[in-house]
């Protein structure tokens, strides 16, 4: 009775997984309950996913996969690609792949696309050339990349961890590296042959650059403020030394603004020059040495200077960072429909003292207003651009009622705030590799001292940000699954599994039943994703490999392979339903390209998987 009440719900969450209606994540737990309910499970049994090592370092890589997109580690990659292709599409199309798959043998195929994504689609619209023509490749390599190390994919993890459950050795970090390396390349050749036949050419609007323009450092630029923004000393002996900024009343009278103020701190003993920056607000008062950061026009400005015995130090023309660093930056927000601030003046409204934040400029309708902004009505539609502390951003994110901020403080602070440390999440990532490649520690520590690392050393701003970066849907579902097997194990339904694909291929020898695992978990992996396909196949294949007398290990590799061949739809891996939209792609252009290479792919890896790993 066990048995069969264990298959029907299997057998109802993979229809939940394919139908998509519902979220995996909750999909699992769904199932988790019921099996609890039935008694199938006790409570333990059905937690015990949550103090697996597998979720732990999951969610630990989570946080290290995200260190090294925000230091731009993984970014750099991305900008030599110009510079290494030429004027070559073809060469472009190969570099992009190969750089693809090196990124993705340590971050998720999810993250990786997300990073490459903006990357390159800006690249091909500078070429002129359909970024549909990247993207679906994008997404196959960033999945093929899986197999390039134990921590690059969740169903490497997941069958390691079946194999030390059974008593066997775990997997080495590069042991499925040769396969990968085949796999990859195999790949990229298929792809450079169909991808000016079976890819789409026709360019339409999804592919547009223009949701890549709000990051701060564009806006400054589309604002068009890096030539308006001066850094002015204040010297001993100046007039505006001890007073406040509401007493200078610079807007009225120059026509400039202080964004922010850089000061050398005075207090107690100070063995190297400490400097710090704070926002600029009416309160501030002006200390000698100070060094000021003035938004305005270049006469106004010199004005300023002359008449206060100041030093024009350094004209920002292109730096403009000037206006960004970690603690401080800049936004555009937008009026809603029903904003108080409509047909009110900046000066009247307050907004600095209502939300500590600078108005910087005015995009009306494509016009921007940048002097004399103070006496300006807004008007519904109007663009703000405003600066100020990320904190204060995003508070100010959180207001519905009368402002939207565009874009993502939050993700442009931690930006800011790794700046400059690639070479840290790097020697981090070094770190890693080599506690894991020389077994020092057991994997999952290695992979948390990584995680921490990142943190305690500014590559991610702090735990809030690294919680963000969790994905905690992949977690949750990955920790839901583990305890099926259990339930499987449990009620004989792993080896009756076993038995019947045994039975059903046995004639043909280990290799022939190696064979029909790997199918079967291929074409569950179009529908299911590949984390929850390897939960359900990794322990089946195990036991298949047991009754053969076989190697686990070759069925172990295969499972771990075919779980990250989802090409021929756009629903089981999110790289795909990425790609999807960016690209403008239809579902036949995954049929079309995907079934292919699945087939290709069937055919060298039942070749060198067991040639590498023998049965």
């Keep these: 009775m066990q048995l069969t009440l264990t298959f029907i719900i299997l057998a109802m969450t993979i229809v939940l997984f394919m139908t998509n209606r519902l979220r995996g994540d909750l999909v699992a737990l769904m199932a988790l309950l019921v099996f609890v309910i039935t008694g199938i499970l006790t409570p333990a049994e059905a937690l015990s996913g949550f103090s697996n090592s597998v979720v732990i370092m999951i969610a630990a890589l989570f946080v290290v996969g995200a260190g090294i997109l925000r230091t731009g580690l ?25 750089i693809v798959a090196s990124v993705g043998a340590f971050m998720s195929n999810t993250g990786t696309v997300a990073l490459m994504l903006p990357i390159v689609v800006s690249i091909a619209m500078s ?9 679906l490749p994008l997404s196959y390599i960033a999945s093929m990349s899986g197999l390039m190390t134990l921590i690059a994919s969740p169903p490497n993890l997941i069958v390691s961890q079946t194999l030390v459950d059974a008593g066997y050795e775990k997997l080495g970090f590069f042991t499925i590296t040769p ?9 990229i050749i298929y792809l450079v042959v169909i991808r000016n036949v079976l890819l789409p050419k026709e360019e339409n609007r999804s592919q547009s650059d223009t949701g890549y323009k709000l990051s701060p450092q564009k806006l400054v630029k589309e604002y068009d403020l890096d030539d308006k923004l001066f850094r002015i000393g204040v010297p001993k002996g100046s007039k505006i030394i001890d007073q406040a900024l509401s007493e200078l009343k610079l807007p009225a009278t120059y026509h400039i603004y202080v964004m922010k103020i850089q000061r050398r701190a005075t207090e107690g003993i100070n063995l190297l020059p400490i400097t710090y920056q704070e926002m600029a607000g009416p309160t501030s008062i002006i200390q000698e040495n100070d060094v000021l950061y003035i938004q305005g026009m270049a006469p106004d400005v010199e004005n300023f200077v002359l008449d206060n015995d100041l030093q024009l130090e350094i004209l920002a023309n292109d730096d403009v960072q000037e206006l960004i660093s970690k603690n401080i930056g800049v936004a555009e927000i937008l009026l809603t429909p029903s904003s108080s601030l409509i047909g009110e003046t ?22 921007y207003l940048l002097q004399e902004m103070a006496e300006q009505k807004l008007r519904f539609g109007d663009a703000i651009l405003v600066q100020g502390t990320w904190e204060e951003i995003d508070l100010l994110s959180r207001e519905t009622q009368d402002v939207v901020v565009v874009g993502q403080p939050r993700e442009h602070a931690g930006l800011a705030a790794a700046s400059g440390k690639a070479w840290v999440a790097g020697m981090i990532m070094l770190l890693i590799v080599g506690l894991m490649v020389f077994e020092v520690l057991d994997a999952v520590i290695a992979v948390l001292i990584g995680a921490i690392l990142m943190i305690l050393t500014g590559c991610l701003r702090n735990m809030d940000d690294a919680y963000s970066k969790m994905n905690f849907e992949s977690i949750v579902l990955v920790a839901a699954m583990l305890p099926m097997a259990t339930a499987l194990q449990k009620t004989g339904g792993m080896t009756l599994l076993a038995d019947g694909i045994i039975s059903l291929l046995g004639d043909f020898g280990a290799y022939g039943v190696l064979m029909g695992i790997y199918a079967l978990t291929v074409v569950f992996g179009q529908f299911v994703s590949n984390t929850a396909t390897a939960v359900l196949f990794a322990p089946i294949a195990l036991a298949a490999a047991q009754t053969m007398d076989a190697s686990p290990y070759t069925f172990m590799i295969a499972v771990a392979a075919a779980a990250g061949m989802a090409f021929a739809t756009p629903i089981a891996s999110p790289t795909n339903s990425l790609v999807m939209t960016a690209g403008g792609y239809k579902f036949t252009d995954f049929v079309k390209v995907g079934i292919p290479l699945q087939i290709i792919m069937f055919i060298i890896m039942m070749i060198v998987i067991p040639l590498l790993f023998p049965l």
């Design 346 to 367: 900046v000066s009247k409204i307050g907004f600095r003292e209502k939300y500590n934040l600078n108005i910087l400029g005015i995009n009306r309708k494509g016009k």
């Design 179 to 187: 396969i990968g390396i085949i796999a990859t390349i195999t790949a």
């Design 127 to 135: 070429i002129k050339v359909s970024p549909s023509k990247f993207l």
């Design 74 to 98: 993984a970014g750099m990659a991305g900008n030599l690609l110009l510079k290494w292709s030429g004027d070559s599409e073809l060469k472009l199309f190969i570099l992009l792949l190969v």
